[in-house]
């Protein structure tokens, strides 16, 4: 069984730019979480799925944000209009259960130019 | 609002040394207390996690001291190795509320040979 898949590991874009990222959970795992890493910061939360129901989003996830889990497998997170401060670790996790640890994966790294 | 909070910011020891790192919280619905390792360009990883209703846990080289009416718990590493050097968060959170991970800053921990 692999890991939480996360695709792409890195994107490169301008100011103003669209930007979708994809995020594969660990088969059967019914929760999936977004967060956000800053450089030299823990991961701060961004929303969660419970199969394809959104939960919770934070005050962190502009309306430029979109988070979706069509079919309870996996998830894309969408930034429409890209700001330089978007810039982050955008970092994915995945729990089988309510009450069960999060799993994450590696990542996909934006960098706004 | 920072609400957990994670101490040092970077600590240095020496292969077989027993570095400590501390966190508290001050939100007394925090439930569950994970310690996650990450390295420079992976995701973070679970390590160790307990629960108020012990004061301590351990797996393998690592221990959680947990104090409840302090609303403190460390993380320490026996017989550290250079294999260890990793940045470690400590997170926080309240299972059957929001179930969402609150970490802390992070510390970065070397392991000199």
């Known amino acids: 069984d692999t890991g939480v898949s996360q695709d792409p590991r890195h994107k490169i874009t301008k100011r103003g730019q669209n930007v979708t990222f994809r995020c594969d959970p660990i088969s059967e795992h019914n929760r999936l979480y977004w967060y956000r890493q800053t450089l030299g910061q823990g991961p701060e939360f961004l929303t969660y799925?419970?199969?394809?129901?959104?939960?919770?989003k934070s005050r962190l996830l502009s309306d430029r944000f979109s988070a979706e889990r069509p079919k309870g497998s996996f998830s894309t997170l969408e930034i429409q209009r890209t700001e330089q401060g978007d810039s982050a670790m955008y970092l994915c996790a995945s729990s089988l259960w309510w009450e069960q640890p999060q799993h994450f994966g590696d990542g996909t790294r934006l960098s706004i130019l | 609002q920072q609400q957990v909070k994670q101490s040092p910011q970077s600590l240095i020891v020496q292969k077989g040394g027993i570095p400590i790192i501390n966190c508290a919280y001050e939100?007394?619905?925090?439930?569950?207390f994970p310690w996650y390792q990450q390295f420079p360009g992976k995701g973070p990883a679970l390590l160790i996690a307990i629960r108020p209703d012990v004061s301590e846990k351990k797996e393998g080289r690592f221990t959680i001291s947990f104090n409840k009416s302090a609303k403190q718990f460390s993380l320490h590493i026996m017989d550290s190795q250079p294999g260890d050097s990793a940045t470690y968060f400590c997170?926080?959170?309240?299972?059957?509320?929001?179930?969402?991970?609150?970490f802390g800053k992070g510390t970065k921990l070397t392991v000199n040979p």
């Open positions: 997170a926080a959170e309240s299972q059957g509320g929001s179930e969402k991970l609150v």
């Open positions: 799925f419970q199969n394809e129901a959104q939960l919770e």
């Open positions: 939100n007394t619905a925090f439930d569950y």
